[in-house]
């Protein structure tokens, strides 16, 4: 049965995309729930109940199968009947604090920016660790693309940028298991990039911006000796993951087996003169109760 979306008093849509996320669509929906005048969703045609739940919420759903994020990203912005003059992108394991929620609130109202960042802080096996990025993630709408990559697709916003107060909670996956089975599929996404010498997300320089140092690490790693160890230490150590305790640790280790593994597949795209076919992730069939894209 759908429902109707009751529009929050904050001017900003919502957009998420998903792929099997019914153990975290309701949560997120929840958190959102009286806050937001519009959410959307683009889904890769889950298996789940992923959109049996978004339905139930009243939130505008589609269905279209997955390239890509940057593909997927932009056909949203592009695509969708966004009637909100502010437009952000959220993901389902995502939750806004309080504190947060507020600060958005004004900024949007301020009407001074034309683009709000946000401070997500990462959450792993349960427990809160130290670790906090900033994203940019509101845009007045209209006015945004995102980089066309396969994975860790960047909006593009011109003019004034602002910091929000608060936190966006990212509650990475329900499980190990869960975890292992998205960082297989990055790993893969990124050995790839290298493979084909595939344009970043972003100009590498490694005196340049935070973001074009990250683009430069990321073309050069593979280049670095030492350099899972080293990445083990920056996180454990610089980052602070050591103040999560055994949890810490775990996340830091894993952090740099997910680019060792990065690696080994590259490697082994080079020995073998070509990269895996590509693998379909969607295992849904369409539900007619929404439109459908191609």
Same mark, same amino acid.
């Given at each position: 049965?759908?429902?109707?979306?009751?529009?929050?008093?904050?001017?900003?849509?919502?957009?998420?995309?998903?792929?099997?996320?019914?153990?975290?669509?309701?949560?997120?929906?929840?958190?959102?729930?009286?806050?937001?005048?519009?959410?959307?969703?683009?889904?890769?045609?889950?298996?789940?109940?992923?959109?049996?739940?978004?339905?139930?919420?009243?939130?505008?759903?589609?269905?279209?199968?997955?390239?890509?994020?940057?593909?997927?990203?932009?056909? $949203?912005?592009?695509?969708?009947?966004?009637?909100?003059?502010?437009?952000?992108?959220?993901?389902?394991?995502?939750?806004?604090?309080?504190?947060?929620?507020?600060?958005?609130?004004?900024?949007?109202?301020?009407?001074?920016?034309?683009?709000?960042?946000?401070?997500?802080?990462?959450?792993?096996?349960?427990?809160?660790?130290?670790?906090?990025?900033?994203?940019?993630?509101?845009?007045?709408?209209?006015?945004?693309?995102?980089?066309?990559?396969?994975?860790?697709?960047?909006?593009?916003?011109?003019?004034?940028?602002?910091?929000?107060?608060?936190?966006?909670?990212?509650?990475?996956?329900?499980?190990?298991?869960?975890?292992?089975?998205?960082?297989?599929?990055?790993?893969?996404?990124?050995?790839?990039?290298?493979?084909?010498?595939?344009?970043?997300?972003?100009?590498?320089?490694?005196?340049?911006?935070?973001?074009?140092?990250?683009?430069?690490?990321?073309?050069?790693?593979?280049?670095?000796?030492?350099?899972?160890?080293?990445?083990?230490?920056?996180?454990?150590?610089?980052?602070?993951?050591?103040?999560?305790?055994?949890?810490?640790?775990?996340?830091?280790?894993?952090?740099?087996?997910?680019?060792?593994?990065?690696?080994?597949?590259?490697?082994?795209?080079?020995?073998?003169?070509?990269?895996?076919?590509?693998?379909?992730? $969607?295992?849904?069939?369409?539900?007619?109760?929404?439109?459908?894209?191609?």
């Amino acid at each position: 049965m759908r429902s109707k979306w009751v529009p929050g008093k904050t001017p900003v849509a919502v957009v998420m995309i998903s792929l099997n996320e019914g153990h975290n669509i309701e949560a997120v929906l929840q958190n959102i729930s009286g806050w937001a005048q519009e959410v959307f969703l683009v889904d890769s045609l889950s298996g789940d109940d992923t959109v049996e739940i978004a339905l139930r919420y009243g939130v505008h759903v589609i269905q279209r199968p997955f390239r890509n994020f940057g593909d997927q990203w932009n056909f $949203s912005l592009n695509e969708l009947p966004i009637n909100a003059p502010w437009t952000m992108k959220l993901d389902p394991d995502e939750r806004l604090t309080n504190e947060l929620k507020s600060s958005i609130h004004s900024i949007l109202e301020a009407r001074g920016c034309e683009g709000v960042i946000l401070q997500r802080r990462l959450w792993f096996m349960g427990v809160m660790l130290p670790i906090t990025q900033p994203l940019l993630r509101i845009w007045r709408t209209g006015i945004c693309s995102f980089t066309e990559v396969p994975v860790n697709e960047h909006p593009v916003v011109l003019g004034n940028i602002v910091h929000a107060k608060g936190f966006l909670e990212h509650h990475d996956s329900p499980n190990l298991e869960h975890w292992i089975d998205k960082q297989n599929q990055y790993t893969s996404a990124e050995a790839a990039i290298l493979y084909n010498e595939s344009k970043l997300a972003y100009t590498p320089k490694l005196f340049g911006k935070r973001l074009q140092r990250r683009m430069w690490m990321k073309k050069n790693f593979h280049k670095v000796p030492g350099r899972f160890f080293l990445f083990f230490l920056y996180n454990y150590i610089i980052q602070g993951a050591w103040q999560a305790g055994v949890v810490g640790y775990i996340w830091a280790k894993l952090r740099s087996d997910v680019m060792r593994f990065i690696d080994y597949k590259y490697r082994e795209m080079r020995l073998i003169g070509q990269y895996p076919a590509k693998r379909r992730y $969607s295992s849904g069939r369409a539900d007619d109760r929404v439109k459908q894209y191609k």
